[in-house]
């Protein structure tokens, strides 16, 4: 079976790992500062704080920016279930705004008329928006951004598929529309740790916070110690935080595959590009790219057009995997969850995501994959769909 995704593991990204294994620190030693420095000035960033999981930095993120009960997150329906459950953490309600179906990521339109309409009706504003870079491509994050001055919101981008992508010629986690970027290194990512997540931002109070959260809230720094020092044993807890620390070993990967991020995206642009090509002929629709946003291609996905012909889709999609074709769907629209039913929505809540639900398959994409892959992988899709 071709796997949907695929990590890329070289010799130096092994030998990276084993060195840190023959040395003194396995946790909180050199690696995690230089991963985040590393990160960081990819980016144009100031700060890095580097996380157990994108989950976790989502976490943080919403921690720092003082997200709590009675506030309200934003996000879109089209994204796995980190985006939204972040928020719930923390004790605050989550609300979704529907997709653009041409890029499938939040629709700037229709946040601001959500947000018109929950002014207008005396309702409560989000606290936060979390723009989530569907399959590597930036939301529109000046809309976003200008509506944030407007009502008072803040910005997580949730990047976890867009690290490597630019927007306004910019790298994604510049931060230039957004107080935190958050990046995932799980395994089906752009580059991966393994587990592992980062968040990034300009802002050096929220870097702090996030950094002491990440850390029991515990604290070495007589700086910041409430009472005296007591010797150089002594640590002081100042806050409830959490171990989402991730490891040298993790972060001495991070390194190393960072070298070849560039290298990963571009093989990624080339094989979508040759994807484009094969399917020019073929009856399913693909996402739009808009100019101002260069993609990571973290998915590619091709939607089967299924009006007037119900289930087709699954038709399509289980024909591939019989064929050996490990095709994946992304995202199950998070307002459909139970979880998130037991809280109120329901099905028609979000019109747009669910209509691309009951059409989209994502098809392998990995630096790996070859092109005779592609080759074959069209060619079993062009003979699901006329059967
Ligand atoms: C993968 C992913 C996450 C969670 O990342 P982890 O590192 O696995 O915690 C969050 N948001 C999106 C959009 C993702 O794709």
């Given at each position: 079976?071709?796997p949907y995704?695929r990590?890329?593991i070289?010799p130096?990204?092994?030998?990276a790992?084993?060195?840190?294994l023959r040395?003194?620190?396995?946790t909180?030693?050199p690696?995690v500062p230089?991963?985040e420095q590393?990160v960081?000035?990819?980016?144009g960033a100031?700060?890095?704080?580097a996380?157990n999981?994108?989950t976790?930095?989502?976490h943080l993120?919403c921690?720092?920016?003082?997200v709590?009960?009675g506030d309200l997150?934003?996000?879109?329906?089209i994204?796995?279930?980190?985006?939204?459950n972040?928020?719930?953490?923390?004790?605050?309600e989550?609300?979704?705004?529907d997709?653009?179906?041409?890029?499938?990521n939040i629709?700037?339109?229709?946040?601001?008329?959500?947000?018109e309409q929950?002014?207008?009706a005396?309702g409560?504003?989000?606290k936060?928006?979390?723009p989530?870079?569907?399959a590597?491509q930036?939301?529109?994050?000046?809309s976003?951004?200008?509506l944030a001055?407007e009502?008072g919101f803040?910005?997580?981008e949730?990047?976890?598929?867009a690290?490597?992508a630019?927007?306004?010629r910019a790298?994604v986690g510049?931060c230039?529309y957004s107080?935190?970027t958050v990046?995932s290194?799980h395994?089906v990512?752009?580059?991966?740790t393994?587990?592992g997540?980062?968040?990034?931002?300009n802002?050096?109070?929220?870097?702090?916070?996030?950094?002491?959260?990440?850390s029991h809230?515990v604290?070495r720094?007589?700086?910041?110690?409430?009472?005296?020092?007591?010797?150089?044993?002594?640590?002081?807890q100042?806050?409830?935080?959490?171990?989402?620390?991730m490891?040298?070993i993790?972060?001495?990967l991070?390194?190393s595959?960072l070298?070849?991020?560039?290298?990963?995206v571009?093989?990624?642009?080339d094989?979508?590009?040759h994807?484009?090509?094969?399917?020019v002929?073929?009856p399913?629709?693909l996402?739009r790219?808009?100019?101002?946003?260069?993609s990571?291609?973290?998915l590619?996905?091709?939607?089967i057009?299924?009006?007037?012909?119900?289930g087709r889709?699954?038709?399509?999609f289980?024909s591939?995997?019989e064929?050996?074709?490990?095709v994946?769907?992304?995202?199950?629209p998070l307002?459909?969850?139970?979880y998130?039913?037991?809280?109120?929505?329901?099905?028609g809540?979000?019109?747009e995501a669910?209509?691309y639900y009951?059409e989209?398959i994502t098809?392998?994409l990995?630096?790996?994959?070859r092109?005779?892959d592609?080759a074959?992988i069209?060619r079993k899709?062009?003979s699901a769909?006329?059967?």
């Open positions: 079976m071709i995704a990590q890329d070289q130096e990204d092994i030998e790992v084993v060195d840190v040395s003194d620190y396995l909180q030693g690696m230089r991963f590393a960081a000035d990819y980016c100031a700060h890095g704080v996380t999981s994108a976790s930095a989502l993120a921690l720092s920016l003082g709590g009960p997150v934003w996000t879109s329906p994204t796995f279930v980190a985006s939204a972040c928020a719930r953490y923390c004790g605050a989550v609300d979704f705004v997709i653009d179906p041409a890029t499938v629709s700037p339109e229709r946040l601001s008329e959500k947000l929950a002014r207008a005396g409560r504003l989000p936060v928006v979390i989530v870079h569907f590597g930036s939301c529109d994050m000046a976003i951004g200008r001055a009502y803040r910005i997580i949730d990047a976890s598929h690290i490597g630019r927007y306004q790298p510049s230039r107080d935190i990046f290194f395994p990512k752009i580059l991966t393994g587990e997540g980062m968040a990034v931002t802002d050096e109070a929220l870097a702090e916070r996030m950094r002491s959260l990440r809230g604290t720094d007589p700086e910041r110690m409430v009472l005296d020092c007591e010797g150089a044993w002594y640590y002081e100042i806050d409830l935080g959490f171990n989402y620390r490891t040298d993790q972060a001495a991070g390194v595959q070298k070849r991020l560039d290298a990963f571009s093989r990624r642009r094989l979508v590009a994807y484009d090509e094969m399917l002929d073929v399913v629709c996402s790219m808009l100019p101002q946003s260069e990571s291609h973290h590619y996905v091709v939607r057009p299924s009006e007037g012909r119900p889709r699954t038709r399509v289980d591939l995997r064929q050996g074709v490990g994946n769907v992304h995202y199950i307002h459909l969850q139970p998130y039913r037991n809280l109120g929505f329901a099905t809540d979000f019109a669910e209509r009951r989209a098809l392998p990995y630096p790996r994959l092109p005779d592609l074959s069209t899709l062009s769909l006329r059967s």
